[in-house]
Protein backbone atom coordinates (compact mmCIF):
# COMPACT_ATOMS: atom_id res chain seq x y z
CA UNK A 1 0.00 0.00 0.00
CA UNK A 2 1.13 3.70 -0.64
CA UNK A 3 1.71 5.70 2.09
CA UNK A 4 -0.92 8.38 1.05
CA UNK A 5 -3.65 5.80 1.11
CA UNK A 6 -2.60 5.07 4.62
CA UNK A 7 -2.19 8.40 5.90
CA UNK A 8 -5.88 9.03 4.71
CA UNK A 9 -7.15 6.38 6.41
CA UNK A 10 -4.61 6.68 9.61
CA UNK A 11 -6.42 9.44 11.72
CA UNK A 12 -10.06 8.39 11.23
CA UNK A 13 -9.02 4.93 12.30
CA UNK A 14 -6.66 6.13 15.42
CA UNK A 15 -9.34 5.44 17.63
CA UNK A 16 -10.63 2.71 16.46
CA UNK A 17 -7.26 0.26 16.09
CA UNK A 18 -5.04 1.96 19.51
CA UNK A 19 -7.16 -0.75 21.90
CA UNK A 20 -6.40 -4.08 19.37
CA UNK A 21 -3.82 -6.56 19.25
CA UNK A 22 -1.40 -6.46 16.76
CA UNK A 23 -2.48 -9.27 14.82
CA UNK A 24 -6.39 -8.24 14.82
CA UNK A 25 -5.67 -4.61 13.92
CA UNK A 26 -3.18 -6.95 10.57
CA UNK A 27 -6.24 -8.44 9.72
CA UNK A 28 -8.67 -5.63 9.67
CA UNK A 29 -6.19 -3.25 8.06
CA UNK A 30 -5.52 -6.34 5.52
CA UNK A 31 -9.74 -5.89 4.67
CA UNK A 32 -9.62 -2.69 4.76
CA UNK A 33 -7.15 -2.39 1.51
CA UNK A 34 -9.43 -4.92 0.03
CA UNK A 35 -12.87 -2.71 -0.04
CA UNK A 36 -10.58 0.16 -1.28
CA UNK A 37 -10.25 -1.89 -4.46
CA UNK A 38 -13.17 -3.23 -4.49
CA UNK A 39 -14.83 0.45 -4.16
CA UNK A 40 -12.05 1.08 -6.88
CA UNK A 41 -10.39 3.65 -4.69
CA UNK A 42 -12.60 6.28 -4.88
CA UNK A 43 -12.05 7.53 -1.74
CA UNK A 44 -8.33 8.14 -2.40
CA UNK A 45 -7.49 8.24 -5.83
CA UNK A 46 -7.99 11.99 -7.79
CA UNK A 47 -10.02 10.88 -10.96
CA UNK A 48 -7.69 11.70 -13.52
CA UNK A 49 -5.56 8.46 -12.37
CA UNK A 50 -5.93 5.03 -13.68
CA UNK A 51 -6.95 2.27 -11.16
CA UNK A 52 -4.29 -0.63 -10.92
CA UNK A 53 -6.29 -3.83 -12.06
CA UNK A 54 -4.69 -6.48 -10.07
CA UNK A 55 -4.60 -10.00 -9.90
CA UNK A 56 -6.26 -12.10 -7.07
CA UNK A 57 -2.59 -13.11 -6.30
CA UNK A 58 -1.12 -9.14 -6.25
CA UNK A 59 -4.33 -8.14 -4.55
CA UNK A 60 -3.20 -10.40 -1.26
CA UNK A 61 0.26 -9.58 -1.57
CA UNK A 62 -0.76 -5.66 -1.40
CA UNK A 63 -3.11 -5.91 1.10
CA UNK A 64 -0.81 -7.95 2.86
CA UNK A 65 1.35 -5.08 2.65
CA UNK A 66 -0.76 -2.17 3.16
CA UNK A 67 -1.30 -3.90 6.23
CA UNK A 68 1.64 -4.18 7.82
CA UNK A 69 2.63 -0.30 6.66
CA UNK A 70 -0.59 0.53 8.39
CA UNK A 71 -0.29 -1.13 11.29
CA UNK A 72 3.57 -0.60 11.88
CA UNK A 73 3.18 3.42 11.24
CA UNK A 74 -0.03 3.84 13.04
CA UNK A 75 1.85 2.02 16.25
CA UNK A 76 4.61 4.20 15.76
CA UNK A 77 2.29 7.42 15.19
CA UNK A 78 0.41 5.99 18.60
CA UNK A 79 4.17 5.65 20.65
CA UNK A 80 4.99 8.83 19.66
Do not use: W
Request: aromatic share 10%; proline share 5%.
Amino acid sequence: GDTKTIRLYRAPLQRKFSHLPQAFALACAHEMFHGLVANSYQEVLPSHLTIPQLTAHDEEVAAHAFAHEFVTNFRLTLEA
